[in-house]
């Protein structure tokens, strides 16, 4: 027998079976654990994330890729901090270039661009929630704020695996801490 797994799922409600924050909880649980296998010699060894082609970041260091990711999640808390302007103009998070071989850094860039979307996703209005949105870098298609957040939740399991994955392939090992 045949199933046709899309006659029962809504596309438009997929999202709405999971919980966000419980989705960017776990997402971040497993990036965290998958960093706190790494250091600085880690942090410069290539990966590749086919998954990522769309967002043009597929492939670069380690330490690249976490400082793309944290730039995606700053990019979301501009667009979601715009909601909520008045202006409705996106105001850019300055951020000072973050040297790719310092691994402290790239690991502080990573947990300050994460704080940055959740305080800006926190101050939104609840009629935020119910709205389908249409993002600057995907304005072709809408998404409700709960997709957006699990979609990033997904890129830091995507990217958690892709670390833990390129660690146990390097010769040497986990790193030392």
Do not use: K, Y
Not at 50 to 57: S, Y
Request: net charge negative; aromatic share 6%.
């Amino acid at each position: 027998m045949t199933h046709d797994a899309r006659s029962n799922i809504e596309a438009d409600n997929l999202f709405a079976r999971f919980d966000p924050w419980a989705a960017l909880d776990d997402g971040r649980r497993q990036l965290v654990a998958a960093l706190d296998t790494c250091d600085a010699r880690s942090g410069a060894l290539a990966l590749a994330i086919p998954e990522f082609a769309a967002l043009g970041e597929s492939a670069g260091s380690v330490a690249s890729m976490l400082l793309a990711h944290a730039a995606r999640d700053r990019a979301h808390a501009v667009f979601f901090a715009a909601l909520e302007a008045s202006d409705t103009v996106a105001t850019p998070i300055e951020v000072g270039a973050v040297d790719v071989t310092d691994w402290s850094a790239v690991r502080a860039d990573v947990d300050a661009g994460r704080l940055a979307m959740l305080e800006a996703v926190a101050g939104l209005a609840s009629e935020q929630w119910e709205r389908v949105l249409l993002p600057p870098w995907d304005a072709e298609s809408g998404d409700t704020l709960a997709g957006l957040l699990i979609v990033r939740a997904i890129a830091d399991g995507l990217l958690a695996n892709a670390i833990l994955a390129l660690v146990a392939e390097t010769p040497e090992g986990h790193p030392a801490r």
